[in-house]
T-cell receptor, first 116, second 112 residues
Framework: GAVVSQHPSWVICKSGTSVKIECRSLDFQATTMFWYRQFPKQSLMLMATSNEGSKATYEQGVEKDKFLINHASLTLSTLTVTSAHPEDSSFYIC????????????FGPGTRLTVL | DQQVKQNSPSLSVQEGRISILNCDYTNSMFDYFLWYKKYPAEGPTFLISISSIKDKNEDGRFTVFLNKSAKHLSLHIVPSQPGDSAVYFCAAIFSGTYKYIFGTGTRLKVLA
């Protein structure tokens, strides 16, 4: 149980286009989901906390107009990278919390974004 | 300011020996700690956790030790196996939130 999926697993796009990444909790309802970004050889950086039915809470330094987050249901959160640029190329990972598991987050497999 | 630090970016250990990964934190308000394992291009997978009311938690080959006075925790893997080769992240949480503060990671390489 507690499976989180992401789609797509990798995407290549042209500079200036927008890319949407989906995060789904497959066998549980997640009131809160998180989006992380990982640069090569660096730690996981929390970008935002996504709560179902409300606006996401963004971490300091993360542009909310650049990284649009929507948490439309208890099993789906989406991250849209708008007007992508090469510096947005990264590995994006989502996670979901299942309230009965003692603070544990369940991570998705990640999405590799390459912006040309 | 890095609140959770893993000062060793990499560690090599012989198969069968003990691997010890260290993690230091600065905020005494953290009250729950977790270790995650991560392979390249994959999401992290949960290994083991510990509450601040404990000083040790053991699960199979993995044991986490917490020293609150030193604001230090460590993950022991015994015996180490080649499949343990990965990047290990420690994470800390404030009570009542799910917001993880991750360390910078330690790349473990277990040599056969």
């Amino acid at each position: 149980g507690a499976v989180v999926s992401q789609h797509p697993s990798w995407v290549i796009c042209k500079s200036g286009t927008s890319v949407k990444i989906e995060c789904r909790s497959l066998d549980f309802q997640a009131t809160t989901m998180f989006w992380y970004r990982q640069f090569p050889k660096q730690s996981l950086m929390l970008m935002a906390t996504s709560n179902e039915g409300s606006k996401a809470t963004y971490e300091q330094g993360v542009e909310k107009d650049k990284f649009l987050i929507n948490h439309a249901s208890l099993t789906l959160s989406t991250l849209t990278v708008t007007s992508a640029h090469p510096e947005d190329s990264s590995f994006y990972i989502c996670s979901a919390e299942r309230g009965d598991t003692n603070n544990e987050q369940f991570f998705g497999p990640g999405t590799r974004l390459t912006v040309l | 300011d890095q609140q959770v630090k893993q000062n060793s970016p990499s560690l090599s250990v012989q198969e069968g020996r003990i691997s010890i990964l260290n993690c230091d934190y600065t905020n005494s308000m953290f009250d729950y700690f977790l270790w995650y394992k991560k392979y390249p291009a994959e999401g992290p997978t949960f290994l083991i956790s510990i509450s601040s009311i404990k000083d040790k938690n053991e699960d199979g080959r993995f044991t986490v030790f917490l020293n609150k006075s030193a604001k230090h925790l460590s993950l022991h893997i015994v015996p180490s196996q080649p499949g343990d080769s990965a990047v290990y992240f420690c994470a800390a949480i404030f009570s009542g939130t799910y917001k993880y503060i991750f360390g910078t990671g330690t790349r473990l390489k277990v040599l056969a």
